[in-house]
């Protein structure tokens, strides 16, 4: 049986806002007996009337080819239910399929009122659980009876033991899944907005932002900066540049240390046992103005071959962004994908989007993609096996990311490489060195449970993936990479490449305030490896992008020309620092080049020397980031998709 359950003690989030409910009973309701089971149903309940099985009338009434139905019945033997094949593998509609669940309960089929939802009620029974479980309180007044709908009625009974504790007695009504979600959505639209923004505890969540104390030390800084620059230039040009050295010399041996640990042996992959069941995977999509890439989109996702109705795909997408709406409206969209809307505010950030839509998904694991991705059709039948196999223990699994347009121009080459790098060489090598990951954004895969205990995403931070890698090493929970390969598409312009990479180094940025505002407990979660790994992989990435131009002189060295002040540096310092600049070119060249030995990235080899002219574009995007951090930290700088989707196709057949 596939388990989710940690085996490992929980740590407690502190400040984390709990989902509303339960609460106490509402008048009229009698008193929870805490110590009962839900299952049984006491002699006071009402019962559900014994129900026809569900294929038998389905077959009287001739709804269903006898063929779709003997598959359906097949997977249902597997342990699937016969209601989710049915509408999942489109062989029943929704409407079709209500009609016949309460033909075949003996139930009311009604269309959910909004304004019948009760909050109270939501509330009381948990906003959470009514989503997971398909149940609606209605609001009747002081009648004898509560209405309360339910998308799966041969479960319902699970369930009347809690529901009349809290509202006292209760009737069955049915209606589709969608149209109670949409309902809950209504009601309870500012609580949920609210949770969206605040699901990440405070004490590691950027919403308590330091924004005026920011700009407090960074005007004394620049001010101590300014008054050495005017009193001793020299000995504050030499600080600068020895510690720009040094954090790139620190980069530079994480690195190194990465590739050799990726390049030895690796541990043998352990046999999987067999799954009596398949889980249900949700995965999220989030979309922001991307008029144009809803028919790719939906034809990548169909390449997956993970069974239907066990595939829930949520296609999140903004209040205001009516285009994008209006986009996926006139697409046919198969019925495993389910569009979600995240109500309006002036926070617009994907975390926030992410966490919104989280208490929608069905899933006992939660994927993510972006809008262009185009997943390997293997992937999610490998991921669930990866987490079966590894242990509770394990509670993130990140794929590969890749580019499948390097060909459009040197910067998507350069970009490429880069990636290659980054998700095949350093990351797989951090994962054996036991370090913390900074994940990238999309193709991560998680155990719900632990996501939800963790609080979700941090809807304030901008590089939300580099912070929840983090909180989940400090939480005792394991990340592994997996070589499953996902195509993306390359930033190929100038402009939005800056912009889209000052927003990781602002995230980046803001990552490591956040956790570094108590670096004792840091220490005391992470241990001093994995705490040097974080100081490395974000305090040194920023420095070395940020002071990389008293770095670029050495090459005017390297050439044999002069480097402006290096008569007031002593000799030896100086040659010091010129032998690990060049070996640091040296390596990542090397690095680089391991990264691309497979065949499919072998062409690209030949402008692996072309690099160091690629990175200072970050450094212009560093400037940019530190800007934004003191002035706009929240603004997230989107980034288009869809310009070279259809060159790519091309170009992948030639490559």
């Known amino acids: 049986m596939f388990v989710t359950a940690k085996i490992l003690p929980a740590k407690i989030m502190p400040g984390a806002p709990p989902d509303p409910g ?48 003997l598959r359906a019945l097949a997977q249902e033997a597997g342990g699937a239910r016969l209601e989710e094949v049915l509408a999942g593998n489109a062989l029943l509609s929704r409407d079709a399929l209500v009609e016949t669940l309460g033909a075949q309960h003996g139930a009311e089929v009604l269309a959910p009122d909004p304004a019948r939802a009760d909050p109270r009620r939501i509330t009381a029974f948990g906003l959470s659980a009514c989503l997971r479980e398909g149940i609606l309180p209605l609001n009747d007044g002081d009648a004898g009876e509560v209405t309360v709908l339910t998308a799966r009625p041969a479960e319902f009974d699970r369930h009347r033991r809690r529901l009349e504790a809290l509202f006292g007695p209760v009737r069955m009504a049915v209606a589709s899944a969608g149209a109670i979600e949409a309902a809950i959505a209504s009601a309870c639209r500012e609580p949920m907005r609210a949770r969206a923004e605040s699901r990440t505890a405070p004490v590691f969540s950027a919403r308590t932002w330091p924004a005026r104390s920011l700009r407090a030390v960074l005007g004394v800084l620049a ?66 103005r991307e008029t144009d890439i809803a028919p790719r989109l939906v034809a990548r996702l169909g390449r997956l071959a993970y069974p239907r109705d066990l595939l829930d795909v949520l296609l999140v997408t903004e209040e205001r962004d009516e285009a994008t709406r209006t986009a996926l409206a006139g697409n046919d969209l198969p019925p495993w994908i389910r569009v979600i809307t995240v109500p309006d505010a002036p926070l617009r950030t994907k975390p926030r989007a992410l966490n919104y839509a989280l208490d929608f998904c069905r899933g006992t694991i939660i994927g993510v993609y972006d809008a262009e991705d185009a997943p390997e059709p293997d992937q999610i039948h490998r991921v669930v096996r990866r987490f079966h196999t590894r242990g509770a223990d ?90 499953t390969v996902t195509g993306e598409e390359a930033n190929c312009h100038l402009m939005p490449w800056v912009r889209q990479r000052s927003r990781w180094l602002k ?36 420095s070395q992008f940020l002071l990389a131009p008293l770095l670029w002189g050495f090459w005017l060295l390297a050439l044999g020309f002069g480097y402006p002040l290096a008569g007031h540096l002593p000799q030896p310092l100086m040659q010091g620092l010129v032998t690990v600049f060049l070996c640091a070119e040296l390596l990542a060249m090397g ?58 196709r091309r170009l992948r057949r030639t490559a």
Request: glycine share 8%.
């Open 22 to 69: 339960p609460a106490a009973p509402l008048p009229g309701a009698t008193a929870p007996d805490t110590h009962a089971p839900d299952a049984p149903a006491s002699p006071t309940m009402r019962d559900i009337r014994t129900a026809r099985p569900l294929a038998q009338i389905l077959h009287e009434g001739r709804r269903l080819a006898s063929g779709d139905l």
């Open 223 to 288: 001010l101590g900066l300014a008054t050495l620059g005017v009193l001793w230039p020299q000995a504050l040009f030499a600080g600068l540049l020895i510690w720009a050295t040094l954090s790139l010399g620190l980069v530079t041996a994480l690195r190194l240390g990465a590739a050799l640990a990726h390049l030895g042996r690796r541990p043998a992959e352990p046999a999987a046992a067999r799954m009596l069941r398949l889980p249900t995977v949700s995965i999220l999509v989030p979309l922001y």
């Open 394 to 483: 394990l509670a993130c699994v990140q794929g590969v990311l890749d580019y499948y347009n390097p060909r459009t121009n040197w910067l998507a080459r350069c970009f490429t490489i880069e990636y290659a790098v980054w998700f095949r060489v350093i990351l797989p090598g951090m994962e054996r060195l036991g370090l913390s990951l900074p994940l990238g954004g999309t193709t991560l895969f998680f155990r719900r449970d632990v996501l939800e205990d963790l609080g979700g995403w941090d809807a304030h931070n901008v590089t939300e993936d580099a912070d929840l890698g983090i909180r989940l090493s400090r939480m005792g929970y394991r990340t592994e990479v997996m070589t």
């Open 507 to 542: 995230g980046y940025a803001m990552t490591w305030i956040v956790h570094m505002r108590a670096p004792r407990r840091l220490l005391a979660d992470l241990g001093w490896r994995r705490f040097l790994g974080v100081q490395v992989i974000f305090a040194a990435t920023l």
């Open 591 to 648: 690095i680089a080049a391991t990264a691309l030995s497979g065949p499919r990235h072998h062409h690209l080899l030949k402008w692996v020397p072309s690099l160091p002219l690629y990175f200072p574009l970050a450094t212009l995007a560093a400037y940019k980031a530190l800007a934004e951090l003191v002035w706009n930290p929240f603004y997230w700088d989107k980034t288009r998709h869809g310009i070279f989707d259809r060159p790519a």
